[in-house]
């Protein structure tokens, strides 16, 4: 059956955030449909993309994708909310799309693209504005895998390095860190796993990923391929944007050996949004979003979710930035209930504690009662009649013997 003329002009002109006139439109269409044993198209339609949240992520064989995954799983809740990760062209790409792609609500990027781009203007003044982060995902690693032969990042000057795929933040900032670092290098661009790929090929030299720990594509490589991850040194011209950090063979047993540690950079993943005004429809899906994943952060942490989340710690900030308004109430809302919480627990202890005293006060005060009765006791005539000791009943018997002697006789 087809929907009225009246209903399909309410969908096809009725104010795109109007939510409340749409769900009320949505329901009526549904029960219209029931009624008449049909299935409702268009009613489905609307109700199918009431509560999606599309949420870029990076390229695949990356660990921004399974980040981005993992959160999909833990939040969705059928037609009440559903979040639909897209593998994308990374972390500058993200930014570009959440500012001009219809239907991209949220996207992964980091601190250094988020710094570079407002700092160049390339997306228009005051970016700080226009974006908001809802969290800080992860510590990302800048990660230099290399093929057999290359024993530093000296040995790659000349050489050819692949810097992820173009729009990642790899790809932004990775040649800038070779740069700064004094090491001209020819840049080729691809996916990890293809990257490593063309080091067996012998066709580049090296692999840069600034990308959480681990990279899905490194612990399958095996030590006897001969590839290894290499040191990048902690400089005066990285304290702005990017912190040391070790790798171990936890992350990589296959390229770092028991005990060995390897020294590297480090800098941050943030997940972002455009900075909605209030009362719109897509505020309203980015708070939903937020307080659905912030309320499942412990699921997070659990098997078999991507280990960068056992480090995640919601209230970190973003220097410079702001925070989405619905994320950082869902925050001080939690701050104001630890608050009260923790002033309840207090009141409690100090009751027990007073309680405790009281207790005490009391056994003490039948303690001196006792005392001052059995001292009372000791007073009677009849108690003092009651010798105290042996050595007391035989000078009692002495005196008594003695008085007898002297008496006078009758």
Known sequence: MRVSLALALILA??????????AQTVQKL???????????????????????????AGGLGQSDIQLAQDIALIVEDGDRLRVLPVASGGAVTNVRDILLLRGADLGVSTVPVLNDLKASGEFGPQLERQIAYVAVLSVDAFHVLARPGIASLQDLKGKTVGFSTKG????????????????????????????????????????????????????AISPESGFRLLEVPYTPAFEQDYVPITLT???????IAPGQRIQTIATSTVLVTFNWGRGTDRYRKIETFVNA??????????????????EFNIAASVRGWQRFPAAQEWLDRQAAEAALMAEATLKAEATLKAEAALKAEVALKAKAAESSANATQAGTPSAKAA???????ERLFKEF??????????
């Open 13 to 22: 002109f009725g104010p795109l955030s109007a939510a409340p006139v749409r």
């Open 30 to 56: 549904l029960l219209a449909q029931a009624d008449k044993g049909t299935f409702a198209r268009e009613a489905e339609r609307q109700k199918v993309n009431e509560n999606v949240v599309m949420l870029l």
């Open 168 to 219: 990642s933040s790899t790809h932004r900032l990775g040649p800038v860190v070779f740069k700064q670092l004094g090491i001209a290098v020819k840049e080729a661009h691809m996916p990890q796993a293809d990257a490593i790929e063309a080091m067996r090929r012998g066709e580049i030299d090296a692999s840069v990923c600034s990308c959480a720990l681990p990279v899905p594509a490194f612990p």
């Open 249 to 255: 063979s936890t992350s990589y047993p296959g390229l």
């Open 293 to 310: 994943f912030f309320a499942n952060i412990g699921k997070l942490r659990q098997p078999p979710r991507h280990p960068a989340w056992r």
């Open 387 to 393: 010798p105290a000791s042996e050595v007391e009943h």
């Open 401 to 410: 013997m003695e008085w007898s002697r002297t008496r006078p006789k009758r």
